[in-house]
T-cell receptor, first 111, second 116 residues
Framework: SQQGEEDPQALSIQEGENATMNCSYKTSINNLQWYRQNSGRGLVHLILIRSNEREKHSGRLRVTLDTSKKSSSLLITASRAADTASYFCATLSTGRRALTFGSGTRLQVQP | NAGVTQTPKFQVLKTGQSMTLQCAQDMNHEYMSWYRQDPGMGLRLIHYSVGAGITDQGEVPNGYNVSRSTTEDFPLRLLSAAPSQTSVYFC???????????????FGEGSRLTVL
């Protein structure tokens, strides 16, 4: 079964707006990661947040983690048409070696 | 560095045929894995390996075999293809070890398989 579930499944916004995607998971984690996938391509790592961290920034990306609610959010600020892609959260559960991925959020940024 | 290289990019099989999806990485990563991606289901782990000679099952291992004879290569074998194995397959790797086990995966570009 899926460990991470993203919400919403699809999101359409205008260029310049912020995009927020949420991820919920079920078990204790070592870290949580966000990946991006352009259509027809492989996944690319965006950002990793460890279980003892609450917030992390990377450029226009901001990730938060609430381990008490078993949830994370990815905020993309000032979105661009080039941000159009699918975004996946992935969790590394405590004691496990393999990442478990959610079903993803499809983001469409209209120019 | 080429990163993670998958071949073939596209393949069409008939039910019952066998084939091998190739994956090679040139980053000296100990950990390698195979995922399949189906619409609306995200990525599901098939098999993974933490080093040469060591493999383990993931979430959906049935119908697939793997072996790891070298650090660089991690082929995925379909023994008798079924339509349910129509999917996009991704190989991914990362370094392991106590100090560098960040968990960040490096992905190949995928192999799109259709089983008729």
């Amino acid at each position: 079964s899926q460990q991470g579930e993203e919400d919403p499944q699809a999101l359409s916004i205008q260029e310049g707006e912020n995009a927020t995607m949420n991820c919920s998971y079920k078990t204790s984690i070592n870290n949580l990661q966000w990946y991006r996938q352009n259509s027809g391509r492989g996944l690319v790592h965006l950002i990793l947040i460890r279980s003892n961290e609450r917030e992390k920034h990377s450029g226009r990306l901001r990730v938060t983690l609430d381990t008490s609610k078993k949830s994370s959010s990815l905020l993309i600020t000032a979105s661009r048409a080039a941000d159009t892609a699918s975004y996946f959260c992935a969790t590394l559960s405590t004691g496990r070696r393999a990442l478990t991925f959610g079903s993803g959020t499809r983001l469409q940024v209209q120019p | 560095n080429a990163g993670v290289t998958q071949t073939p990019k596209f393949q069409v099989l008939k039910t019952g045929q066998s084939m091998t999806l190739q994956c090679a990485q040139d980053m000296n990563h100990e950990y390698m894995s195979w995922y399949r991606q189906d619409p609306g289901m995200g990525l599901r782990l098939i098999h993974y390996s933490v080093g040469a000679g060591i493999t383990d099952q993931g979430e959906v291992p049935n119908g697939y075999n793997v072996s790891r004879s070298t650090t660089e290569d991690f082929p995925l074998r379909l023994l008798s293809a079924a339509p349910s194995q129509t999917s996009v397959y991704f190989c991914a790797s990362r370094p392991t070890g106590e100090k560098i086990n960040t968990g960040e995966l490096f992905f190949g570009e995928g192999s799109r398989l259709t089983v008729l």
